[in-house]
């Protein structure tokens, strides 16, 4: 599939497939089209070629309207004249269900999301995370193939983020309805997602498990964007790679001769003495509080490593370190 | 208790002085409006129970006959003429608002699509006409009816005239004259609302499977109000009073309330007949305004 806003391309070929009753996320930096591919799958923009297909029909020319699934607008988009129950009640009333069924849906999604006491307010009386929750059930009381959320918690704090990425996914869980989340918080979408596909500059970069694109990264986008990570440049050898910092074993061996290994902060060990393979001797250049632990950056090499919240190191400190070859990852292009 | 010092804005002073200083800055809009509109209209509420003179004058003598004038009472038993005229002219308003409203919603979405730069060459186009004199631009009107011309023409062809007629004087030409010079009185306050839209509104209106007529009237109905309300006083009230375009375009059997008003103070010299209608507008005028807010609040309910 492919969008373009007048000469601009914002998606790229993407060919994806979602499962049905899955958490899926699109994860990336803003601009690279994430929420254009959400759009397109709502009906609110066209693509400019190929097709979107829901189970075995194609509702790529299928209006909005007309579409069995439903969004989570980023800015929630109450209808400020109507009460939050008939915000709740909006979609089935222009399904014109019957009132008895509308009734009880609408009940029945006050109750899922705990809006009891404010079925009567007005939207502008409510607080965000209020909100937020009366747009998500006005989504869900349609019972949609498809439940679309464009960056739903960026209007919230931290604290609350926090609980409503529990709250989320724990409802996915439970209603077995396919989630569509977009966006750029890589808590976000690792703590909900069954799975995430993590776009940049118009394309699916790599799709994944939590685990897998936060474990085996396949470039230095998906490496830095998910976490930190320490790039160290490398030249292929026999059993692993050569670096600035020394020769490294690798479990799994790159396709190129030169390029780049990564190794999450929190996977680098330090030890005592020096170990047996892929060790560094290493000077603390700052040492870093960061509460659940300490973030050391390190020379040689720019390593960045996070220990414990007990272990605690001064600059000019030498230590040994070891960098195990299963978390060595070699990167691709 | 006067005298408690209190905070007001960020200053320490007391209700009396607060109340002196307030009386002082409206003291000349409130002599402004207790001169040129409350003493005047007073007087002329006086001069609509008086009486005229063999020639004209006018005669502070006690009558309510010019309201029953007005009533259509007379001497020679009831006629219902002034009603009708009265009558017409709140239908002439009334559907001089509605086309004008009607024309406006697609001409601000129009223009508020445009981009950010040509936008403004549109909205000068709407606002140009303001630039030439009513009656310059009603009589522009004689010239495009005219029997020449392919309006005319085609009118001719169809057999609705009589070859060699303009298009003129009748009701028709009346409602192009109207909506020509109350248009940008409706166009002007509702783009205003149009471009601060909300899209999200309407694109969640379009996800909750609403109709194109529900996502109008739930999604962007509301929300052009405030701009479409002002853009409807502003037209109605002034249409319900106009008298230049009825006048012209209408012909004399074509009369409306403003143009019996003009005639009373001109031509017929009859001014306490003429004040009698002048306030019989503004009664009608008030009572529209009253049920259009009553309506308006309604449909903001709905």
Redesign the interface.
């Known amino acids: 599939m492919v969008k373009t806003f007048g000469k601009v391309e914002v998606l790229k070929t993407v060919n994806q497939e979602v499962r049905a009753g899955e958490f899926f996320t699109l994860l990336g930096p803003s601009g690279c089209g994430k929420t254009t591919l959400l759009r397109i799958i709502?009906?609110?923009e066209i693509p400019t070629s190929g097709n979107v297909i829901l189970g075995t029909d194609d509702i790529t020319s299928l209006?909005?309207?007309?579409r069995h699934?439903?969004?989570v607008?980023?800015?929630y988009?109450?209808?400020?004249?109507?009460s939050i129950y008939e915000n709740i009640a909006?979609?089935l009333r222009?399904?014109k269900i019957n009132p008895d069924d509308i009734k009880r849906r609408v009940e029945e999604g006050i109750e899922m999301l705990g809006l009891g006491a404010m079925r009567d307010r007005m939207p502008d009386q409510l607080s965000g995370g209020q909100k937020q929750r009366v747009s998500l059930a006005?989504?869900l009381v349609?019972e949609p193939d498809i439940l679309l959320l464009d960056e739903p918690m960026s209007a919230l704090d931290a604290k609350l983020r926090a609980q409503v990425q529990e709250d989320l996914r724990r409802l996915q869980r439970k209603l077995g309805t396919t989630f569509i989340m977009v966006t750029h918080d890589q808590d976000e979408a690792l703590v909900c997602s069954d799975r995430i596909a993590v776009m940049n500059e118009g394309q699916i970069v790599q799709c994944g498990t939590p685990e897998e694109v936060y474990d085996y990264p396949c470039n230095k986008f998906v490496a830095e964007f998910l976490g930190a990570a320490n790039m160290i440049k490398a030249k292929r050898g026999t059993g692993g790679v050569e670096t600035d910092i020394g020769f490294f074993h690798l479990d799994k061996m790159p396709d190129w001769s030169e390029g780049l290994i990564t190794i999450r902060p929190e996977w680098i060990k330090i030890r005592e003495t020096e170990p047996e393979q892929n060790g560094v001797l290493a000077t603390v250049e700052d040492s870093v509080y960061r509460g659940t632990n300490y973030d050391l950056f390190l020379k040689p090499g720019n390593l960045r490593v996070r220990t414990s919240a007990y272990k605690h190191f001064r600059t000019g400190d030498k230590i040994w370190l070891e960098l195990t070859a299963a978390d060595l990852v070699a990167l691709g292009e | 208790m006067k005298n408690k010092q209190i905070l007001w804005r960020g200053e320490m002073t007391t209700k009396a002085t607060l109340f002196r200083k307030g009386l002082a800055f409206l003291s000349g809009g409130i002599s402004w409006l207790l001169i040129f509109l409350i003493l005047p209209g007073l007087l002329f509420v006086g001069v609509s129970f008086a009486t005229r003179g063999d020639h004209g004058e006018l005669l502070w003598k006690f009558t309510i006959e010019n309201y029953e004038r007005l009533m259509g009472f007379s001497l020679f038993g009831w006629t219902p003429d002034y009603l009708i005229i009265l009558w017409r002219s709140v239908e002439v308003a009334f559907v001089t608002t509605l086309v004008s409203v009607i024309l406006s919603y697609p001409l601000s979405f129009f223009i508020a699509s445009r981009p950010a730069k040509s936008r403004y060459v549109w909205l000068t186009l709407v606002i140009v006409p303001f630039w030439t004199n009513m009656v310059i631009r009603t009589y522009a009107w004689f010239y495009l009816l005219s029997p020449e011309l392919p309006l005319a023409k085609l009118a001719i062809a169809l057999g609705f005239i009589p070859e060699g007629t303009p298009l003129y004087p009748n009701a028709i030409a009346v409602y192009l004259g109207m909506v020509s010079v109350f248009l940008p009185f409706v166009t002007l306050p509702l783009y205003s609302s149009v471009e601060k839209l909300?899209w999200?509104?309407v694109?969640?209106?379009?996800?909750?499977?609403?109709?194109k007529f529900?996502?109008f009237r739930?999604?962007i109905l509301?929300q052009t109000a405030p701009g479409l309300s002002v853009g409807i006083i502003l037209t109605f009230v002034p249409a319900m009073g106009t008298f230049v375009v009825p006048d012209l375009l209408g012909g004399a059997k074509y009369m409306l309330v403003g143009n019996l008003i003009q005639q009373q103070f001109g031509s017929s010299r009859d001014w306490p007949f003429g004040a009698a209608v002048s306030l019989g507008l503004m009664i009608l005028t008030m009572i529209s305004l009253q049920i259009y807010s009553r309506k308006g609040k309604e449909i903001?309910i709905l």
């Open positions: 709502a009906g609110l209006p909005a309207n007309k699934v439903n969004m607008f980023q800015s988009a109450l209808f400020p004249h109507l909006f979609g222009s399904r006005r989504a349609n | 909300d999200s509104l694109e969640a209106a379009q996800d909750l499977y609403s109709s529900r996502v739930q999604a509301p903001e």
